[in-house]
């Protein structure tokens, strides 16, 4: 009878140690299929291009409001600033799980390691992570395993112990040479990149969670533009650059939670204003689109404009409104992050 050929599904981030966590599986004669999940907070583009680079097939799967509970309530909390690492992890390792049966597939690998990062990475975590994630005897971490409680892969058999490392620590050195003794010509860098770590990010971020705006298209909207809250109901969001302006203006109305601001005969930066469910009638007061006109054109430079006629127009509402230049330093008081 055919020795059934094991196979695993890989947390697969696009560094180079998730990289080395699927090669040194393979050299181990398990099939790998790398999984990359995608949020808000972190795109995969990177893993794309090591996947492209390295000849790996991904999967890439979005992940939806589902995630987003997990942001806003950490079982193990936040690190730094809004990066619910362990609770993060743990969470992908159950979505992990829960396609091992369609992909016929035996254990879960990732290419963490045993006191890599402060939070989510020393040995408490790891177990945590195992814990929380409902898989915990199915998770194999090939460059440290050899420092964690064997699993029921490895007591199996399906991987021998043997092929797996006893990686430890922040210095990189030996996955440089795992890299070039595997033959990874363009070895990538740590993969990074999650926006819960940045500072800039975060604080706006916590503003929609404060004042209950926290979905998946607000969220998007966190990586465009200068954002200012100009009551607890409402934010305005102006494009800094061509770019940022021409993203502002292909975005169409969603029911009444999007108005585009819409300068009459002046060039300036494009606008929208985000509007909480069921708040559309705020915009009415005279007071809100007279605030977001003139904050709007504290940022035309040119002289001689000191007012402007704006249109205000939505799914549902359409407004005109003579608006009055705001000085610079009075306009930045209303942004979330300044």
């Known amino acids: 009878m055919v020795k059934r050929k094991r196979k695993a599904l890989a947390l697969f981030s696009g560094g180079l140690d998730s990289l080395l966590a699927v090669k040194i599986v393979e050299l181990a004669g398990v099939e790998v299929i790398p999984v990359f999940f995608s949020s808000p907070f972190f795109g995969p583009e990177k893993a794309i291009k090591t996947a492209r680079n390295n000849n790996l097939n991904l999967v890439i799967v979005e992940l939806g409001e589902e995630y987003l509970e997990v942001v806003k309530n950490p079982k193990y909390g936040y690190g730094k600033y809004m990066n619910?690492?362990?609770d993060c992890h743990a969470f992908m390792f159950r979505k992990l799980g829960g396609m091992l049966e369609k992909y016929e597939a035996d254990f879960l690998i990732s290419?963490?390691?045993?006191?890599q990062r402060p939070m989510s990475q020393v040995l408490?975590?790891?177990?945590?992570?195992?814990?929380?994630?409902?898989?915990?005897?199915?998770?194999?971490?090939?460059?440290?395993?050899?420092?964690?409680p064997d699993t029921l892969p490895i007591r199996k058999g399906w991987i021998s112990k043997d092929r797996l490392y006893d990686i430890r620590g922040r210095n990189r050195k030996r996955q440089f040479e795992l890299a070039e003794k595997f033959g990874i010509e363009k070895s990538p860098s740590p993969a990074g990149g999650c926006l819960l770590t940045n500072p800039?990010?975060?604080?706006?971020?916590?503003?929609?969670?404060e004042h209950d705006m926290f979905d998946i298209e607000n969220i998007e909207?966190?990586?465009?533009?200068?954002?200012?809250r100009i009551s607890k109901n409402i934010k305005l969001v102006l494009g800094r650059n061509k770019f940022e302006n021409d993203k502002l203006f292909r975005i169409r109305s969603m029911g009444e939670s999007i108005v585009h601001v819409d300068l009459v005969n002046v060039k300036g930066p494009a606008g929208i204003v985000l509007i909480k469910k069921h708040s559309l009638y705020e915009l009415c007061d005279p007071g809100i689109t007279e605030l977001c006109g003139g904050i709007l054109?504290?940022?035309?430079?040119?002289?001689?404009?000191?007012?402007?006629?704006?249109?205000?127009?939505?799914?549902?509402?359409?407004?005109?409104?003579?608006?009055?230049?705001?000085?610079?330093?009075?306009?930045?008081?209303?942004?979330?992050?300044?």
């Open 200 to 209: 800039g990010f975060v604080q706006r971020l916590r503003d929609l969670l």
């Open 124 to 148: 408490p975590s790891l177990n945590a992570v195992r814990k929380l994630s409902g898989y915990y005897d199915l998770i194999v971490r090939p460059l440290s395993q050899k420092l964690l």
């Open 297 to 338: 054109l504290s940022y035309i430079n040119r002289p001689g404009i000191e007012s402007a006629t704006i249109f205000f127009r939505g799914n549902r509402f359409f407004k005109v409104s003579r608006c009055k230049k705001m000085g610079r330093e009075e306009a930045r008081e209303y942004l979330i992050n300044k």
């Open 84 to 86: 619910p690492c362990i």
């Open 221 to 228: 909207l966190l990586k465009v533009g200068r954002h200012f």
């Open 111 to 115: 290419g963490e390691v045993l006191g």
